[in-house]
C-alpha cells in the first residue's frame, strides 16, 4: 500500500525501482505464505556463552557426552582466524568453551570440520596440495595433534566444505571448479585398489545454475541436505533435502526445508545429529548475537487448538481477528489462524510448548496471554482453548 502511494506521487519517474520493488513485494508475499505455515521443526538459539558477538560455524555434537565442538573468531580480529572451541552442556547451561590449540587455525571459508561417529574421527580441512583431509580423535579430555587422512585425496582439488561418510569411503564437497558457481560433487574410494575416484557432480536434479554448499548425508546416504541460493527460498541461502530413489537410482527433486530452519537471511552447515531428528546448523539472521549464530533443531509433533475469542467490552464473539502461537524457545515462529465472524478460530500447534499468544485486531496486538500444552500421548486430538478480550 505505501509503495503505490510512492507511485502516484507526481514527482516519481523512475522506472527501476518499480521492477525492483515489485520483486520485493512478491518476494514478501512468499514469505508470508512460509511464515504462517511452519515446517514440523522448531528450534533455540544456543545462548552465551556458546555464541557471542563474533561469528560461530560448524557445530558437531556428540550426544552421548553433551559435548560441542565448533569453529569461532571470537577475540580475534578480521575474518582470520577461526579456530576449534570445545563446550560441555551442564545442569545449569552451556560451559565456557575451551580453546583446542593444537587443532590449528582457519580461514573463515575453510572453517569446517565433521565427526564420524562410528570410530570419533574429527576430520578438517587443509588447503595445502590443492585439498587435503586431516583427521583427530580425542584422547582423554584432549584431542590428538591431526594427521593426514589419504594422501591420495590431495590430488582430487576437494574443497573445504565437505562431508564424510561413516565407511571413509565416499567424499562430498562444494567446488567452484564448474561454470554456474558453487556446485556439489562427489569422490568414491575404490576397496580393491584404495585409489578414490576423479570427483563428479553430484546427480543433476541437486545442482542448478546458482550456488550449492555445505552438503550433509545421512547415515543410511538416502537422505541429502545442502544449502543454495536458488530462486523460490525464503532468504539467501536456504536448506535444501533431497531423497535417493534406489529403483531408479536418482535423486529427488530438492525441497525447501521451509521455515523455521530457514530465513530471510542465510543457513549454512546443516548437520543432524545420529538420531536424524535433530541436529545443528549456523544463521545470520535476525537477533543474532553478532555474525552467524549456532541454533539447535528438533522434530516437532503437533495437535490441533480451536476455540472461540469472546469479546468482554462488545458481550459477543471478536471478529475478523487474527491469532498467534509464539512458542517460547523462538518467539520469531508462529501458528496461525484468522478468526471467522463467529468469533472462531483453528490452527496446528506444538504438542508441547508454552505459548504466548497474540490476538490481533487491525494488525495491532490487542491481547497477550500465556498458553501451555503438554500433549505427548502422539494420538490425533484437538484441544479446544477460549479467549476473552477486552
Known amino acids: 500500500a505505501a509503495f503505490e502511494k510512492f507511485q502516484q506521487n507526481a514527482g516519481y519517474t523512475g522506472g527501476a525501482d518499480t521492477e525492483e520493488s515489485a520483486e520485493k513485494i512478491a518476494h514478501a508475499v512468499q514469505l508470508k ?58 545442569a545449569d547451561g552451556w560451559e565456557k568453551p575451551v580453546e583446542i590449540t593444537n587443532l590449528g587455525s582457519f580461514s573463515r571459508k575453510n572453517a569446517n570440520i565433521e565427526v564420524v561417529n562410528d570410530d570419533g574421527k574429527l576430520f578438517l580441512f587443509s588447503d595445502d596440495k590443492g585439498g587435503d583431509l586431516f583427521y583427530s580423535q580425542a584422547s582423554g579430555t584432549r584431542w590428538t595433534t591431526p594427521v593426514e587422512f589419504d594422501a591420495r585425496v590431495s590430488n582430487n582439488h576437494l574443497a573445504s566444505h565437505f562431508f564424510i561418510n561413516e565407511h571413509e569411503d565416499r567424499i562430498i564437497f562444494a567446488s567452484d571448479e564448474g561454470s554456474d558457481g558453487l556446485d556439489i560433487y562427489e569422490s568414491f574410494k575404490d576397496p580393491e585398489s584404495g585409489k578414490w575416484s576423479r570427483p563428479s557432480p553430484f546427480y543433476s536434479a541437486v545442482n542448478s545454475e546458482f550456488n550449492e554448499d555445505s552438503p550433509y548425508l545421512s547415515p543410511d546416504e538416502s537422505t541429502l541436505y545442502f544449502c543454495s541460493d536458488r530462486p523460490g527460498g525464503i532468504g539467501g541461502y536456504d536448506v535444501y533435502v533431497s531423497k535417493y530413489n534406489s529403483e531408479n537410482f536418482s535423486w529427488s527433486e530438492p525441497e525447501n526445508m521451509g521455515w523455521p530452519i530457514n530465513s530471510p537471511n542465510d543457513e549454512f552447515h546443516f548437520k543432524m545429529n545420529f538420531d536424524q531428528t535433530s541436529g545443528y546448523f549456523v544463521s545470520n539472521r535476525l537477533h543474532t548475537k553478532g555474525d552467524y549464530d549456532i541454533y539447535f533443531f528438533w522434530e516437532v509433533e503437533k495437535v490441533q487448538v480451536q476455540g472461540r475469542i469472546f469479546d468482554n467490552q462488545l458481550k459477543g464473539p471478536l471478529t475478523n481477528a487474527e491469532i498467534r502461537f509464539h512458542p517460547s524457545q523462538y518467539l520469531d515462529e ?54 476473552s478480550v477486552r
Not at 552465551?48 to 569453529?71: D, G, I, M, R, T
Not at 489462524?337 to 496486538?365: A, C, H, P, W
Open 33 to 90: 505464505n512460509y511464515f504462517d505455515n511452519p515446517d514440523n521443526y522448531s528450534i533455540h538459539q544456543l545462548e552465551s556463552p556458546v555464541n557471542s558477538a563474533s561469528a560461530e560455524l560448524s557445530p558437531v555434537y556428540f550426544e552421548e557426552k553433551k559435548e560441542l565442538l565448533f569453529a569461532s573468531n571470537r577475540g580475534k580480529s578480521g575474518e582470520s582466524p577461526f579456530v576449534i572451541y570445545y563446550a560441555k552442556s551442564g
Open 334 to 387: 508462529y501458528f496461525g489462524s484468522t478468526v471467522d465472524n463467529t468469533g472462531r478460530y483453528s490452527t496446528k500447534i506444538i504438542s508441547d510448548e508454552i505459548f504466548k499468544v497474540e490476538i490481533l485486531l487491525g494488525g495491532q496486538i490487542i491481547h497477550e496471554e500465556r498458553f501451555e500444552i503438554h500433549d505427548t500421548s502422539g494420538e490425533p486430538t484437538t484441544h479446544i482453548k477460549d479467549f
